[in-house]
């Protein structure tokens, strides 16, 4: 089974329902095992963080940066980072905020750049932007014209219940998908690489 962890914070409940989201579109390829982990628990789980194959890093913006949760969490692993406990994970990342903008890009490359120090291998997100012609509209997937990750938008009146919109939801269920499918394929492709690696050693020894 390939394993994909959904690290996240959400002071108000709109970040948890985008994550909710990204696990829905991870579940949807067989043989993936979903993990979804608000981020303080996720201080009590970083066994269970080192043995998965992929960790999707959500939170909302909060003063143009992720959440103080999630950066709590963010340092808490810096052990790990000291021996590289996470290099060659699959990592990606997501956002929600009450702005169209909202300076979500900051948190993706803070998560992007989180993501690295570990050496993890970063998946963005492959959806052409949305909303940007004449024929656009709200309804277009990945509406925010977003590409280091998913990016959602919830009104700062307004409880879970109303948002993130329909088109951001399903545009994290289709990130969520996607990064299950890069894990399961970085995987695969690893294991072959290492027997391939291997019968060389074995071919070289003899
Ligand atoms: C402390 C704080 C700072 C915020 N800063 C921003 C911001 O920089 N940009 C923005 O668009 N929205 C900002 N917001 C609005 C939140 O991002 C928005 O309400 C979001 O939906 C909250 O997600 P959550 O319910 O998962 O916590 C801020 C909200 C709070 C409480």
Redesign the pocket.
């Known amino acids: 089974m390939v394993s994909v962890a959904i690290v996240?914070?959400?002071?108000?409940?709109?970040?948890?329902?985008?994550a909710e989201a990204v696990a829905r579109g991870a579940k949807s390829v067989p043989g993936i095992a979903v993990d979804v982990i608000p981020a303080d628990r996720a201080e009590g789980r970083l066994s269970d963080l080192a043995a998965s194959d992929a960790i999707i890093f959500g939170?909302?913006?909060?003063?143009?940066?992720a959440?103080?949760a999630m950066k709590r969490f963010m340092e808490a692993t810096s052990k790990l980072w000291a021996t590289q406990a996470w290099k060659d994970k699959i990592a990606a990342g997501f956002?929600?905020?009450?702005?169209?903008?909202?300076?979500?890009l900051n948190t993706l490359v803070e998560l992007a750049v989180f993501a690295a120090q570990h050496g993890m291998v970063w998946v963005g997100l492959d959806l052409l932007p949305g909303n940007n012609s004449s024929t656009g509209s709200t309804a277009d997937l990945n509406r925010l014209g977003s590409s280091l990750g998913a990016m959602?938008?919830?009104?700062?009146d307004q409880g879970?219940e109303h948002?993130?919109t329909a088109s951001d939801l399903k545009t994290a269920e289709h990130f969520g998908r996607r990064v299950a499918l890069a894990a399961a394929a970085w995987r695969r492709g690893r294991q072959e690489i290492a027997a391939a690696l291997a019968d060389e050693a074995t071919a070289l020894a003899a």
């Open positions: 996240y914070h959400s002071g108000f409940g709109h970040t948890k329902a985008q939170a909302p913006t909060y003063m143009g940066s959440s103080a956002t929600n905020s009450a702005s169209q903008s909202g300076d979500k959602a938008q919830s009104n700062a879970p948002g993130p």
